[in-house]
């Protein structure tokens, strides 16, 4: 009985899911049916906008389930408070080391345009790092648990 409980619960979460796949494949297969010659075509505008949507939506959900989940326990908000300065450190970090040389360009940019171009590889740089030393860090920890 439990079981059927869950799947009632998780259900709208299936249909919300499927529902974002769907218009994102939409969107996917207009524009490259259109298959447009430069960044300015119309047809892109649509697709950005989703694009745009979907990572609000990924980094509001991202935020929203550990924040409540944090105030179960002192425990669980201590960890939240951590993993927020962890990413403030690292992201202030990568802004700093963040060269922001300008490169020769057809559209008009700032030089803050450039730091924050070199702070966002910078984090994409130390993320894919944190996730092989993790990969290494579990595979390592259950062959020696086993």
Wanted: with cysteine; aromatic share 12%; net charge positive.
């Amino acid at each position: 009985m439990k079981d059927t409980s869950e799947k009632r619960e998780n259900r709208p979460w299936k249909i919300l899911e499927l529902i974002l796949f769907v218009v994102s494949l939409v969107l996917f297969a207009i524009v490259f049916t259109q298959s447009p010659t430069t960044t300015d075509a119309a047809s892109l505008n649509p697709f950005l906008y989703w694009i745009y949507f979907l990572l609000v939506l990924a980094l509001c959900v991202t935020l929203l389930f550990p924040l409540f989940g944090a105030f179960k326990s002192k425990k669980k908000l201590l960890r939240l408070i951590i993993l927020i300065l962890g990413v403030v450190v690292i992201v202030g970090g990568a802004w700093l080391l963040a060269p922001g040389s300008a490169i020769d360009v057809n559209t008009p940019t700032t030089p803050k345009d450039f730091k924050f171009a070199d702070m966002v590889l910078y984090v994409t740089y130390i993320a894919i790092i944190g996730a092989i030393v993790a990969l290494i860090w579990s595979t390592i920890r259950n062959a020696v648990k086993k």
